[in-house]
């Protein structure tokens, strides 16, 4: 089974510009590149998992999704970086625009849908696997489907969040690359969460 860093897309590895549809919106958050790689060297894939409301909402498709993706992929490259092992979003909102999209999901941080579709067909072990977020929203989603630890960064969201007690104990991290840095550290303690 493979042990994972479980990502947030928007103000975690890029800078969230709010429903963002274009790939020329991307710009990568300081220390990403930096972060993938010592994800990798640790022995660890990575794999995102994003909440996309703007397709239910009608302010992007499925087709613009992937060519952010695309850029984001290409940018990790230009800068020697390691690629997510999967990607992975909720397209829904209950109060969305478009029918096919506007329900009320398994998927949509804080539920662990995304991380429990990716353990599936990843075969991952969540039980050695961590979660960084700029929400609490996301690491509720991580700590529900098992995982050890994780981080909310002060990117991105982060420094608008409530920090309220969790099922499991979190950190705060300036950004991604002290994140990982962290929770490496955890990693590399046995029976430590």
Known sequence: MKKVFFLDRDGVII???NYLSSPEQVVLCPGTPEAFR???AAGYEIVVVSNQSGIARGYFTYDDLAKVEKHIENCLTDAGAPLPAGWYYCPHHKKGSVAEYAVDCDCRKPKPGLLL???KELDIDCGESFIIGDKVSDLES??????????LVLTGHGTEQELKPLEKPYETAPEILEAVKLLLKKGSVPNKG
């Open 142 to 151: 991580g700590f529900a489907a098992g995982c050890k630890a994780g981080v």
């Open 15 to 17: 800078e969230d510009a």
């Open 38 to 40: 010592m994800i990798k």
């Open 117 to 119: 579709a990716a353990k």
